[in-house]
């Protein structure tokens, strides 16, 4: 619970106004189960979309259900037919967060083969930001989001999410002009094609990305580096601007390769 609001409550918000029919499915349950679901109800009714859907999973307990849990997701898509599933992304460091993700693709992937349908997942960001394909502009209802995030008074008192989920989605506006104050990412998945997960970088990846990059103190200093390599100096100051620029990790790899790393 909270989840669905955290990642992407703007964006429902926005397809209710517009006359989306969105369902939300809480997969599990653990502590305050009972109060949880009630601040997912009260946070769905200020956002404009009907309370969720309880499934019985057990918190922290989806890795190991990854396969029932594929098989009720697939039985559930082919029963509502939705044309876009929105669900955490590969890059969350929860293990819920990432079981859930996996049986949404797999499950997504199952339903267009066997069905011809048209799906696309909408990976969304919590707790760790995922590499983008789309920005939505939720500016016109980022106050109603707000407002909707307090409902989580059990999970405000061990952390200041709703503070830290504002503070992300004002950054994601940094590209969008300054008609824009608050923006959610996703990484949009074509559900009958599926994911190459060798070509998105780890969680691993990004930590050795973000170590290697502390080591400069100032954008200079990393320039002042790369130029030293004189043979490399071209093409890695191409990339480097592209990373400045986008702070794209899928430069990540072709970085470390030219800096062999």
């Not at 969720?52 to 697939?74: I, K, M, V, Y």
């Not at 996703?186 to 599926?194: C, E, R």
């Amino acid at each position: 619970a909270a989840d669905e609001v955290f990642g992407c409550g703007g964006t429902l918000a926005l397809l209710a106004k517009a006359g989306a029919r969105i369902e939300v499915v809480i997969i599990s349950q653990g502590a305050l189960a009972e109060q949880r679901y009630a601040e997912s109800a009260s946070a769905a009714a200020l956002l404009r979309y009907p309370a969720p859907l309880q499934w019985s999973f057990d918190d922290r307990g989806l890795e190991a259900a990854r396969e029932p849990l594929t098989e009720q997701l697939l039985a559930h898509l082919k029963v509502y037919q939705p044309t876009l599933v929105f669900a955490p992304s590969y890059w969350e460091m929860h293990p819920d967060h990432r079981a859930t993700c996996d049986a949404a693709l797999q499950a997504g992937n199952m339903y267009t083969r066997t069905t011809g349908a048209e799906l696309s997942i909408a990976l969304y960001e919590i707790g760790v930001p995922l590499v983008v394909s789309d920005l939505v502009d939720i500016s016109s209802v980022s106050t109603s989001k707000q407002q909707a995030m307090q409902c989580f008074t059990s999970q405000l008192a061990e952390q200041r999410y709703a503070e830290q989920i504002f503070g992300l989605n004002t950054y994601r506006s940094y590209t969008l002009g300054l008609g824009v104050s608050a923006a959610e990412a996703f990484h949009l998945v074509d559900a009958a094609k599926g994911v190459d997960r060798g070509a998105l970088p780890s969680q691993q990846d990004h930590a050795e990305f973000a170590a290697h990059h502390a080591q400069a103190t100032t954008n200079e200093e990393l320039r002042q580096r790369l130029a030293e390599r004189d043979s490399q100096y071209t093409e890695l100051r191409a990339y480097l601007d592209a990373i400045l620029a986008s702070r794209g990790w899928r430069w990540l790899t072709r970085l470390k390769r030219l800096l062999g790393r």
